[in-house]
């Protein structure tokens, strides 16, 4: 993946984030959750994006 598509996928979770905290009334505890689970994803698929966590697409869920 090109480094300028990687940028522009990032600063897009990062506005549509900013939206949802700033424009969509919710309770501090679920922002706090939503906020977790999106950094720990993108966390995650850098990791893979980077090829540092490859084991991941070994494991499978179910049958």
Do not use: A, C, E, Q
């Not at 993946?1 to 424009?23: D, E, F, Q, R, S």
């Not at 309770?27 to 893979?48: A, E, F, H, P, Q």
């Amino acid at each position: 993946m090109p480094l300028v598509n990687l940028i522009v996928v990032l600063i897009v979770v990062g506005v549509i984030l900013w939206l949802i905290n700033n424009y969509l009334p919710m309770d501090g505890k679920i922002k706090s959750i939503l906020n977790g689970v999106v950094v720990i994803t993108v966390m995650i698929w850098l990791l893979r994006v980077f090829g540092l966590l490859d084991s991941l697409s070994t494991i499978h869920i179910g049958k």
